[in-house]
């Protein structure tokens, strides 16, 4: 059996199937490990943040792209969105506890990749002048 054979089996009892072209979860996929997905709820996971706290936190993001990001994770029951009646405007966002969840994941991932980063960039190097 091979590692993702492993990881696979018992998936095809479920009733959604990432795999499949037309399942719904690959949107929700694609909304969580996209960069800037990925990034907010990453932020997210320390505490609620005002729009603007939240851009600044993930350096590089636009403004249209962290709205449409946002938009897409409360559609997807990750993210809480709680505007405040006041003048100007006061909205916060912060994760629900599926979102926390799916954080807690990412998170794991992050931390992984941030702690491989010596190998990644080896490999890169070693890429890069085997292609030169």
């Known amino acids: 059996m091979t590692t993702t054979e492993g990881l696979t089996e018992g998936l095809e009892d479920l009733p959604f199937n990432v795999f499949a072209k037309a399942c719904p ?6 909304h969580v490990t996209g960069r800037w997905g990925g990034l ?3 932020a997210l996971y320390e505490g609620s943040l005002r729009f603007n706290e939240l ?8 403004e249209k792209m962290l709205s449409q990001t946002l938009h897409a994770l409360e559609r997807d029951g990750l993210v809480h969105r709680e505007a405040q ?11 629900t506890p599926l979102g926390r969840d ?31």
């Open 85 to 95: 009646p006041t003048n100007p405007p006061r909205v916060d966002y912060e994760l």
């Open 102 to 132: 799916v954080a807690e994941r990412l998170l794991a991932l992050i931390h992984f990749v941030e702690g491989s980063m010596e190998q990644v960039l080896a490999a890169r190097e070693r890429y890069d002048s085997a292609k030169a």
């Open 40 to 42: 907010a709820l990453g």
């Open 25 to 30: 979860s690959r949107g929700t996929l694609e």
């Open 55 to 62: 851009r600044r936190r993930v350096d590089g993001v636009s």
